[in-house]
């Protein structure tokens, strides 16, 4: 309890304060604050890094030049925002599904390969559809032909 006749009591009863009087006490009363309030150890101390996480690797020249995205590619950007904007997915959602590809996801498919994917099964875990009828669908229009012509000439 405070004692009125002694103020230097307060300091020593209020924990917050003990803490600003020694502020190494605060991680000997919790050591997990440790990560919390050292930056440096935040961000260095990890055990390791995840093999999609490349900042910081040698990468080579970066292309400046621009280029036109292909049909395709300009569809999964409009399927993105579209999914994202009727609730089917978070950004977050789909950053967990790219980074749980695996390392050969991301040495084999091309950028927008990797975001149809992560697209694809956040619309099935919101419940846009199921994998059946995406396997019904894929199917009617593999039945179409290999390119827009042939799919013409079946109808």
Known sequence: MTDPKNPARRWQENPARRWQENPARRWQENPARRWQENPARRWHDTPARRWHDMGGDAAGPVPNDQHDFS????????????????????????????????????????????????????????????????????????????TYGDAAQAH
């Open 71 to 146: 049909l395709w590619e300009k569809r999964v950007d409009a399927l993105m925002i579209i999914g994202s904007a009727k609730g089917y997915f978070t950004v977050d959602g789909l950053r967990r599904v790219l980074e749980d590809m695996g390392e050969e996801a991301f040495e084999s498919m091309t950028y927008y390969e990797r975001w149809i994917a992560s697209v694809n099964q956040n619309l099935i875990e919101g419940g846009a559809y199921t994998t059946a009828e995406l396997a019904e669908k894929m199917d009617e229009i593999a039945k179409r032909g290999a």
